[in-house]
């Protein structure tokens, strides 16, 4: 079966490894990120997703299984992406020392005329971070490629007090969403760990 994933995130192909589907190609889609963004952020990254998964299908056509994602942090609403450069990522960071915010995952997963594009939430909480605190992780070079300038499965776990919802989903792919729309396109996930797909 024929598997692109619309991305080149470490993050986004590492999960789906992890996720028993190891034989996938890598196609990245030629779009434009800078959408509306007065749109609420769940909306927002549902239709970045979609976009990508769409530029990709117009590149290899209808038959592969195409699976897309756009993840953004939200604090009271309002969408922190990636970082400009290391100020930036201070600014982002000090905004979100303690307190609680939004990251969003836009999936679409499609084949053919058949697509789903579903938008997964999860809750963070940051502890209080000293200016100091921020300067050392900005200086660790982590949150440059990140959207909210922080990565949950690295240095930036530091940084975490608690987290409401899956936890896959602050690194860039709600896994357990992404194995059951992939099931409903015949690809089952458990079967393919097994060695059974």
Do not use: W
């Amino acid at each position: 079966m024929d598997i692109i994933l619309a991305s080149q995130s470490p993050r986004r192909r590492e999960l789906l490894e992890r996720m028993g589907v190891g034989d996938f190609r890598i196609v990245t889609p030629d779009i434009d990120e800078q959408m509306d963004r007065d749109l609420p952020p769940g909306e927002l990254v549902g239709r970045i997703s979609l976009e990508k998964a769409l530029a990709v299908q117009a590149q290899e056509g209808k038959g592969p299984i195409i699976i897309a994602a756009d993840t953004v942090v939200a604090l009271d609403g309002a969408v922190l992406g990636k970082p400009a450069d290391e100020l930036d990522a201070f600014k982002m960071l000090s905004t979100l020392s303690g307190c609680r915010h939004q990251v969003y995952t836009g999936l679409t997963v499609l084949r053919g005329e058949e697509q789903y594009t579903v938008s997964e939430e999860t809750t963070v909480t940051f502890r209080e971070l000293s200016a100091e605190e921020i300067d050392r992780y900005v200086a660790t070079g982590e949150p440059m490629d990140k959207a909210g300038a922080y990565g949950i499965q690295g240095y930036g776990a530091l940084l975490v007090e608690g987290i409401q919802g899956d936890y896959y989903n602050v690194m860039g792919l709600p896994v357990c969403r992404l194995g059951l729309l992939l099931r409903r396109l015949g690809v089952d996930c458990l079967s393919l760990a097994a060695g059974q797909g």
